[in-house]
């Protein structure tokens, strides 16, 4: 099997190795990187935009276009959240914890440099699971069905919340007002709800007038406050580079968030955020000091970004094999196939296996020309924290606001950044975690979905999902995600009492 | 009743307190909803409910938590004056000023007025202010709508393209 493997492989290689896709391969990484900096546009949005250009490419050629550009904005998405605490996307969010912090400290360029070697290595994992379990893992994913999603959501819900922040019931009381913002706008059956009779929300909010008010904007009121307060800031020598011994520091957490974003990114509608969130998750509960975490944490850095790289190509495993797009971004993908008249689906590998293999190739070529391309670039990055801060903040909202506009055309959407800049500024001073109301925000819709499914399946009866074998699994995890945290607190507790 | 209403509105607890007022008007909100719509056993309402009493038994256990240390908190002595929450929310007050504007008078005209704001207000340099404001709007400009193809809105009230005509010129010379 693996010699069939190899030398599919060896000949997408073959097909691809040329100027011209090498170059195409170069405009796709730095474009996506570029884009994947401004917030608003996202990956599924740089690919609609590579549309136009790729209609005059050769099929093999968009596709390399395309895979790499994917995985540019994939890498650039956590560039501006390291920077400038601006998260372009869900996956980049949980980069504005520990990554932010980071810079925040001088070592923005460690962060950067993690970031883009995790987002290598995890990359290279991710290719090469596409490889060879591909198929496999696409047939596991089949057996993923509403109560399994359901289980899987409450897991990464836990997780997360029993992790982040000082305390777990204000974590989960920021969840719960993620779900709550969630619910607002036309349910699945079409009913409206908590639309206060504006027909503008019956889309309901916008996800990233929520994240981009509650981190960036928060970020600014508090940058704000300090330059008119006329509190001393200390000017930071930015280290560009990162020490040998960080990335071997770093190293497993990188394959931990290479395998966790894998796995993830197969199951259809899971996608890079979660990925990210649970290899957070896992790498600070694993960690002998999970105290360091949220305070520039370098694995909180490389494990999540590694996740999110693993999971964009782990996505590519059910569009390939089934032709189910399991994102925003491989429904954009398998649109630009249909245009190039390339038919996913089992018979792919039969019928165009140039593609198949040409795309694994496109994929982990993209992951060279990012380091390539992202290593030199770091320091010119980097020089974007010595721009005086009553500079940068009315360029960060004017850029905030043209990517929150740019998506929907509504001011409404505009409003309510300000809304959630005001409730992230007052949430932060009360020591409330943000992350979890981006989690409760992104999985609230999906949750709902499921657990609809899931009664209707059951015929009303909850707790029958209770005889499925994965349910049971995932709901163990979250027990254990939760009383983990607990069991450590109180061993300290009791070691502060001795003391 | 005094120190009850001291301890809600406490510090600690005025988020929540907030917070439990949302959560009570959602969840009567989510009873006007339907229960159940066809062969869905659960219904619209359904999940909203059950978010509301989770988020009321979690700032139950919130309140309980910090009763604990209640002395502590009404000895604190609060520093939030309205004044000084105002001068904290001044730079959303001027991204109003901006969203406000954005449509009406289009993307440059509004930029140019929020960014010579905003600098002057953190910078108090009206030099820096002007020359600034302009830069970052000709170049956020030059980068979204022609780099990067972006619908901007270009006024109601006054409209660019008619202000500046070369604009739309060069965008279509360019696509």
């Known amino acids: 099997m693996f010699d069939v493997i190899f030398s599919n492989l060896i000949d997408g290689f073959k097909l691809v190795l040329d100027v011209k896709y090498l170059t195409y391969a170069l405009f796709g990484s730095f474009l996506g990187t570029v884009v994947g900096v401004l917030p608003g546009i996202g990956s599924a949005g740089a690919l609609a935009m590579m549309l136009p250009i790729i209609l005059v490419l050769d099929p093999l050629g968009s596709v390399f276009m395309l895979a790499a550009t994917y995985t540019g904005v994939m890498y650039g998405g956590s560039t501006a959240s390291i920077l400038l605490r601006v998260p372009g996307d869900t996956s980049a969010v949980i980069a504005c914890l520990d990554g932010h912090e980071m810079a925040k400290q001088g070592n923005a360029g460690a962060a950067l440099c993690i970031a883009a070697i995790g987002s290598y290595i995890a990359g290279t994992i991710a290719v090469v699971g596409l490889m060879i379990l591909g198929p496999f893992v696409a047939d596991l994913a089949l057996k993923f069905s509403a109560p399994e999603y359901l289980a899987l959501y409450i897991f990464a819900i836990t997780a997360v919340c029993s992790l982040v922040g000082n305390s777990m019931i204000k974590a989960l009381l920021a969840m719960t007002f993620g779900l709550m913002i969630s619910t607002i706008g036309e349910d699945i059956m079409g009913v409206r709800r908590f639309t206060m009779g504006s027909v503008l929300l019956w889309d309901g909010v916008q996800f990233l007038s929520v994240t981009l008010g509650l981190f960036a904007i928060s970020e600014v009121i508090i940058n704000s406050e300090s330059i008119i307060s006329k509190e001393k800031r200390e000017v930071l020598k930015h280290r560009v580079f990162i020490k040998l011994k960080e990335i071997t520091y770093s190293f497993w957490s990188i394959i931990r968030g290479g395998v966790i974003g894998f796995i993830i990114g197969v199951l259809p509608g899971a996608g890079a955020g979660i990925a990210s969130f649970v290899s957070y998750s896992t790498e600070r509960q694993i960690s002998k000091n999970p105290e360091n975490f949220g305070k520039g944490e370098i694995k909180g850095v490389a494990g999540p970004e590694s996740a999110n790289n693993a999971a964009s190509a782990g996505a590519f495993v059910p569009m390939l094999a089934l032709g189910v797009p399991g994102s925003a971004t491989t429904a954009v993908m398998l649109g630009a196939f249909l245009m190039l008249d390339i038919q996913a689906g089992p018979m792919l590998f039969i019928e165009r296996p140039d593609v198949v293999w040409g795309l694994v190739a496109a994929l982990y070529i993209g992951n060279i020309f990012l380091l390539i391309l992202n290593l030199p670039l770091i320091s010119l990055f980097v020089r974007i924290l010595y721009i005086p801060m009553y500079l940068l903040l009315p360029i960060i909202t004017i850029i905030c606001m043209l990517g929150i506009y740019s998506s929907d055309q509504l001011t409404l959407s505009l409003y309510l950044m300000c809304l959630f800049g005001i409730i992230g500024y007052y949430m932060r001073a009360s020591e409330y975690p943000l992350a979890p109301v981006i989690l409760g925000v992104v999985l609230g819709s999906r949750m709902e979905e499921s657990f609809r499914q899931t009664m209707i399946m059951n015929q009303g009866n909850f707790f029958q999902i209770l005889d499925r074998p994965i349910v049971l699994i995932f709901f163990g995890l979250a027990i254990v995600s939760i009383m983990v945290p607990l069991y450590f607190n109180k061993i300290k507790l009791d070691a502060s009492d001795v003391d | ?175």
């Open chain 2, 1 to 175: 009743m005094r120190n009850l209403l001291k301890f809600f509105l406490s510090k600690e607890n005025l988020l929540a307190s907030i917070f439990l007022i949302i959560l009570l008007f959602y969840f009567f909100s989510s009873l006007n909803l339907e229960k159940t719509i066809g062969e869905d056993v659960v219904g619209p309402s359904s999940f909203p409910i059950i978010i509301s009493l989770i988020g009321t038994v979690l700032i139950l256990f919130l309140f309980l938590q910090n009763l604990k240390k209640k002395d502590k908190l009404i000895k604190e002595k609060d520093n939030n004056s309205i004044r000084k929450n105002i001068n904290k929310l001044s730079p959303i007050l001027i991204t109003i000023i901006f969203v406000l504007t954005f449509e009406l008078i289009g993307f440059i005209f509004s930029s140019l007025i929020y960014s010579f704001l905003f600098i002057y207000y953190l910078n108090r340099n009206l030099k820096i202010a002007l020359i600034f404001s302009i830069f970052i709007t000709f170049v956020i400009f030059i980068l979204f709508y022609y780099g990067l193809n972006f619908q901007m809105p270009m006024g109601t009230l006054i409209n660019t393209d008619e202000v500046f005509p070369f604009l739309k010129a060069i965008k279509k010379s360019i696509y």
